[in-house]
């Protein structure tokens, strides 16, 4: 069955960096758009970041241009987030997902897989 495990959050300072990683099993992942989304306390499960297949398009949300960048390693089957100058407002569970469209995460009809999240703090 398919299985998106990340890894990589915890306890970062404000201003500090912290690398999520994705790995997924169980299907051929290689087409497949990959990204992630995160969940604040008491808000509603947002788009973070998506790269298409092969690598060459990248989206972001406003609120992390130019702070985050994913990549990914198809013959891993892996995706990246570099999340840099991390603020308050970055904490949130944030979970990877894949989907065979990259647009689906920009236009909020994501039908995918999920991962189970990993959650990331951001102290003061």
């Known amino acids: 069955q398919v299985q998106l495990v990340e890894s990589g959050g915890g306890l970062v300072q404000a201003g500090g960096s912290l690398g999520l990683s994705c790995v997924a099993s169980g299907g051929t992942f290689t087409r497949y758009a990959r990204g992630w989304f995160r969940q604040a306390p008491g808000k509603e499960r947002e788009f973070v970041a998506a790269?298409?297949?092969?690598?060459?398009?990248?989206y972001y949300a406003d609120s992390v241009k130019g702070r985050f960048g994913i990549s990914r390693n198809n013959t891993q089957n892996t995706v990246y987030l570099q999340m840099n100058n991390l603020k308050l407002e970055d904490t949130a569970v944030y979970y990877c997902?894949?989907?065979?469209?990259?647009?689906?995460?920009?236009?909020?009809?994501?039908?995918?897989?999920w991962g189970q999240g990993t959650r990331v703090t951001v102290s003061s």
């Open positions: 790269i298409n297949w092969d690598g060459r398009i990248t």
């Open positions: 997902a894949a989907d065979s469209a990259v647009w689906s995460f920009v236009q909020g009809n994501f039908r995918g897989y």
